[in-house]
């Protein structure tokens, strides 16, 4: 059983790795073109299929991490809400598809219950764990309410969509390299927990700043 269960951490590794080259890849590269679509694509598939052997892996004896948890399931929604937010920018998307909301309102679901089964941990107990699913649970509030927002919302032609995805995709590839430093190497201390979100959250704002519409005065 933990040879096998080797193995697959070998795979999780190889996928992680290709989601982290391609992650950075797509950021070097010009937005829009075909190497960072291409890029895109390859992040995506690397970071879901690493997420999705990992979630159950952080479960198993010897093996056992909230973190690696959260994150994977986090990152799972992340990158396919990203992609999915492309969808807004075709002529035909007039507003948001069942779809849409079904991968909002099922990570919103998820969040209330990792908030409530924090606390009611926090009061059983002083852990940190039951911590980490308050922090998490509260981001995938936050997230998936302005979702909705960006849902009830949707103009055409504000770039919004864009800046969504960005956002969604950039969070997805500072979930991986937190994981990457604090599991991968075991580096658990502030910078490896905060570097990544303050250097990530730079280039999202920069990126938004970039992408919002411009005003026009009227002379």
């Known amino acids: 059983m933990e040879e096998t269960i080797k193995i697959f951490i070998y795979i999780h590794a190889f996928f992680g790795g290709l989601g982290l080259i391609t992650g950075l890849g797509s950021?070097?590269?010009?937005k829009g073109s075909k190497p960072h679509k291409v890029m895109g694509k390859l992040f995506s598939i690397g970071m879901i299929t690493s997420s999705l052997i990992i979630i159950p892996i952080s479960w198993m004896p010897n093996h056992k991490s909230i973190?690696?948890?959260l994150i994977g399931l986090f990152t799972i929604y992340l990158?396919?809400?990203?992609n999915q937010i492309l969808t807004f920018k075709l002529k035909s998307k007039k507003a948001a598809k069942p779809i849409d909301k079904i991968i909002s309102g099922s990570m919103l679901s998820l969040s209330i219950l990792m908030i409530l089964f924090g606390a009611y941990g926090m009061m059983k107990v002083n852990d940190l764990n039951y911590l980490l699913f308050i922090f998490f649970g509260g981001f995938g509030l936050l997230v998936t309410i302005k979702d909705f927002i960006f849902y009830k919302n949707f103009v055409k032609g504000k770039n919004e969509w864009l800046r969504n995805h960005v956002g969604k995709m950039i969070g997805a590839f500072i979930a991986s390299v937190t994981a990457f430093l604090v599991a991968g190497l075991g580096i658990w201390n502030i910078f490896a927990w905060?570097?990544?979100t303050l250097l990530g959250t730079v280039y999202i704002l920069y990126w938004k700043r970039k992408l919002k519409p411009k005003m026009v005065v009227k002379q």
């Open 194 to 196: 905060t570097l990544p």
């Open 79 to 82: 990158v396919i809400s990203g």
């Open 67 to 69: 973190l690696l948890f």
């Open 27 to 30: 950021i070097i590269v010009k």
